[in-house]
């Protein structure tokens, strides 16, 4: 059983496009996160909800909207996509907002953008 | 401002060798401090973590690690590494729920 997945796991598009990110979790947890990879490894905080409550927003363009449908999903949208978001998203979820909590990752999508 | 840093980015080693890779960490107050490893196209998994009490710490796998309030550090330590812990291990800390991560070690095991 997946506790955490993301769809697509490769997305490759051209530059302008809008492109959506899907993240589903199976933990019964209650937050979830969006980080993104860049190609040196680096993983920066993107996002985080928190029973479907925005809680987290790091200085990122707002071309990036993400949305909680429900406690379960956290999906991302992309607008006009640029060179520069080459990179891979991973979703996370964990149980409540404590610093001490561990986060569960996803494996990762690979976006390209051309 | 919070930050994590890792001062070895690249690491070989043979197989049996002793590991250390180095995290030192800048937050004012409490922080939670974690390693994390990331094997060749799989996502993130918990290696272990520190909350409070006992500085040293031991994880899955025969991981360990030790914080050092004075050092500002966590560094994490492995006897005798194999050739499956080839892969990328980051350290992140946190005290708000926000982890921040370090640049990340890419650890090299040669058979």
């Known amino acids: 059983d997946t506790a955490v997945s993301q769809t697509p796991k490769y997305l490759v598009t051209q530059m302008g496009n809008d492109k959506s990110i899907k993240c589903e979790q199976n933990l019964g947890h209650d937050t979830m996160y969006w980080y993104k990879q860049d190609s040196k490894k680096f993983l920066k905080i993107m996002f985080s909800?928190?029973?479907?409550?925005?809680?987290i927003n790091e200085t990122v363009p707002n071309r990036f909207s993400p949305k909680s449908p429900d406690k379960a999903h956290l999906n991302l949208h992309i607008n006009s996509l640029e060179l520069g978001d080459s990179a891979v998203y991973f979703c996370?979820?964990?149980?409540?907002?404590?610093?001490?909590?561990?986060?569960?990752f996803g494996p990762g999508t690979r976006l390209t953008v051309l | 401002a919070q930050s994590v840093s890792q001062h070895n980015h690249h690491v070989i080693l043979s197989e049996a060798a002793s590991l250390e890779l180095g995290c030192n960490y800048s937050y004012g107050g409490t922080v939670n401090l974690f390693w994390y490893v990331q094997y060749p196209g799989q996502h993130l998994q918990l290696l272990l973590k520190?909350?409070?009490?006992?500085?040293l710490v031991k994880g899955i796998k025969g991981f360990e690690a030790e914080f050092i309030k004075s050092k500002f550090s966590f560094n994490l330590r492995k006897p005798s590494v194999q050739w499956s812990d080839t892969a990328e291990y980051f350290c992140a800390g946190s005290n708000t729920g926000k982890l921040i991560f370090g640049q990340g070690t890419t650890l090299q095991v040669k058979p």
């Open positions: 520190y909350f409070s009490g006992d500085p």
């Open positions: 909800y928190n029973n479907k409550e925005l809680i």
């Open positions: 996370a979820s964990s149980q409540g907002t404590s610093s001490g909590n561990e986060q569960f």
